[in-house]
């Protein structure tokens, strides 16, 4: 069966809408997709593991399930004991914060002095009384959302929902993965196939040297910035270390704003030098270990995606779809990217890139303008060269 050829403003017509569709589908649905990103994000990091156990012999139903049942053991093991912990800190920040914020002034105080100098009140009011005010403001609010948190609420019944269906999800995709993969294969226009499997080869590509390292690196990192700051001493440093690994999946940032909050924390609590002294090596100790152990075993030469493209990403998904949004950042940052390098490639190959090559009226292929300015320099060049030899 012969079938018509399409134009290009079709093929654009049916990919528009097709993305479309996506988006559509997420803005009407992001009160109950969390669940489904999770388990599909867990099955796909799970999924190499299915293989190993399908080589050997072992069918992929019992497969799926031992794997995933051990996942989820050890995933509700470390939330049981790191939990009560966080609460605890969370509590006493929670507590301590108005005394922080008098240390905060007392240190501030000669700045705001000169600044007051110079500027002068507002209504009668210092700037010292006005920041006061506001940041009053903001420790009451940091309070009200902690003690909102502890309370439950939408959160409670988003971490119930997930709690419930993400193992369901994953498990079902573990289980039936080839056949999904073939499903969507299936559905791919014939004609560019090849082409889309190349695109989702590279989005395969940067996501696992996303997922498979850099977040296995900020796992380790943030067991061991916790461990640490919580021997050494610090206050809330069980917090602080788990919160720089998360912030770890962007490279450096993680380590970078825990370093900054630490040295705070701990130049507040103790004043001594030699403390924050230690605290910071903890830091750059994990920088170290990072770089040189952690990131060439996990990550390896995977091609992964740039910090500030993640960072980017996650930023925005946050504000347009809130938590959703940030677990489907990483993705859609991915895919976002292959295409736009897919896109330049295409562009570089054009005739909008490149010189067009004009026939002239015998059929004789006639160089454009750009060509002709190059080989009338060369042709130039040389002979001012042979004129020199010969002059010699």
């Known amino acids: ?13 049916f990919w528009g809408c097709t993305v479309a569709l996506f988006i559509l589908t997420i803005l009407l649905f992001k009160s109950v997709l969390l669940p489904f990103v999770l388990g599909i994000a867990v099955a796909y990091l799970l999924n190499p593991l299915v293989n190993t156990m399908g080589n050997m012999g072992i069918s992929r139903t019992p497969a799926s399930l031992m794997i995933l049942g ?12 790191i939990s009560p912990i966080v609460y605890r800190e969370i509590a006493q920040f929670s507590k301590d914060l108005p005394e922080y914020i008098e240390k905060f002034w007392a240190l501030m105080a000669p700045v705001t002095a000169m600044l007051d100098e110079y500027i002068g009140g507002e209504n009668g009011k210092d700037i010292e009384g006005l920041l006061r005010e506001n940041a009053g403001s903001a420790s009451k609010a940091a309070q009200f959302l902690v003690q909102k948190l502890a309370a439950g609420g939408q959160a409670v019944m988003d971490v119930v929902s997930v709690a419930v269906f993400m193992p369901i999800v994953a498990f079902f995709m573990m289980a039936e993965w080839p056949k999904v ?20 080869k590279e989005i395969d590509e940067k996501l696992s040297g996303f997922v498979r390292g850099q977040i296995s690196v900020a796992v380790f ?45 701990a130049w507040f609590q103790a004043g001594d030098l030699v403390f924050v002294g230690i605290i910071a090596a903890i830091f750059i100790g994990g920088q170290i270990i990072e770089g040189n152990f952690l990131t060439p075993k996990l990550v390896g030469d995977s091609v992964g995606l740039h910090p500030l493209w993640v960072f980017f990403a996650l930023l925005a998904g946050g504000s347009l779809l809130g938590i959703l949004g940030m677990f489907l950042a990483v993705p859609v940052a991915a895919v976002i990217g292959v295409l736009l390098s897919f896109a330049i490639r295409k562009y570089k190959e054009s005739a909008y890139y490149l010189d067009p090559v004009v026939e002239e009226a015998g059929g004789k292929p006639k160089a454009a303008p750009a060509a002709k300015a190059v080989a009338k320099k060369k042709t130039t060049k040389k002979k001012t060269t042979r004129k020199a030899k010969e002059a010699s």
Request: a positive charge; glycine letters at 14%.
């Open 1 to 13: 069966m012969s079938v018509k050829p399409l134009k290009p403003t079709t093929h654009l017509i």
């Open 70 to 81: 051990g996942f989820m053991i050890i995933l509700l093991g470390f939330v049981g004991i």
């Open 181 to 200: 993969t073939q499903w969507v294969r299936d559905l791919m226009p014939r004609h560019s196939e090849e082409v889309i499997m190349g695109l989702l």
């Open 221 to 265: 990192l943030g067991v061991g910035y916790a461990v640490a700051l919580t021997i050494a001493g610090l206050k809330y440093g069980f917090l602080i270390g788990l919160m720089s690994g998360l912030l770890s999946v962007i490279p450096m940032v993680g380590s970078a704003v825990g370093l900054i909050v630490s040295v705070a924390v």
